[in-house]
């Protein structure tokens, strides 16, 4: 064998940097990080719970200023309750006390969906299941006092006379609660729980 020859590597000797890694040293991301237990949240997490509680807020906002442009055709007082049995008007309130008292009960349900972000963590079935029911809540209460005081109210404006508004009707009440169940779930369904 010439000296040529034997100078010429080998297909052994010619190393190079993938040959220095196998395929045991080649780690993705995924490998990186482990389990990817780890990993931040998807920023859409973030945009959805914010969506959360917004929506309460809007809501709460927008059927404020919708009474506050009704309240120069509204009697004062106005009827806030009616009788079950007689439909006579059992209870008058000024019209600003009747505002008041929807604005203050409505703002708890914006804590409700605080809360229910501040709940929905990572690793707790239990304590998803109790974020999820404390959004839909939230949601749901919201829209049926909104509505309710709405519907309410709406019966007595041009009134000279609350005495004379007549009991919103069975039928709206229904509504009323079908539709807030149904807004319930769709607030249960966008709460978005860390993975």
Do not use: C, H
Not at 65 to 70: A, C, F, I
Not at 116 to 144: D, K, P
Not at 147 to 169: C, F, I, K, N, Y
């Amino acid at each position: 064998m010439s000296d040529d020859e034997r100078s010429l590597p080998g297909p052994a000797a010619a190393k190079g940097p993938a040959a220095a890694k196998g395929p045991a040293a080649a780690k993705g991301p995924a490998a990186a990080n482990g389990s990817g237990k780890n990993r931040a949240p998807r920023p859409a997490t973030g945009v959805r719970n914010g969506v959360l509680i917004a929506i309460p807020i809007l809501v709460i906002a927008a059927s404020t200023v919708v009474m506050m442009v009704w309240l120069p055709s509204l009697p004062d007082p106005v009827v806030t309750q009616w009788s079950p049995t007689t439909g006579q008007p059992t209870s008058l309130s000024s019209t600003t006390t009747a505002v008041l008292s929807y604005v203050v009960p409505a703002l708890f349900t914006v804590l409700l969906a605080v809360l229910a972000v501040l709940l929905e963590t990572r690793g707790s079935v239990v304590r998803r299941g109790a974020a999820r029911f404390t959004a839909g809540t939230s949601w749901a209460i919201t829209v049926f006092i909104s509505a309710g005081t709405l519907v309410m109210l709406s019966g007595q404006r041009g009134l000279e006379d609350a005495s004379l508004a007549a009991q919103p009707s069975g039928s709206g009440m229904v509504v009323g609660v079908v539709l807030a169940v149904m807004v319930g779930l769709g607030g249960a369904t966008l709460l978005e729980p860390r993975e």
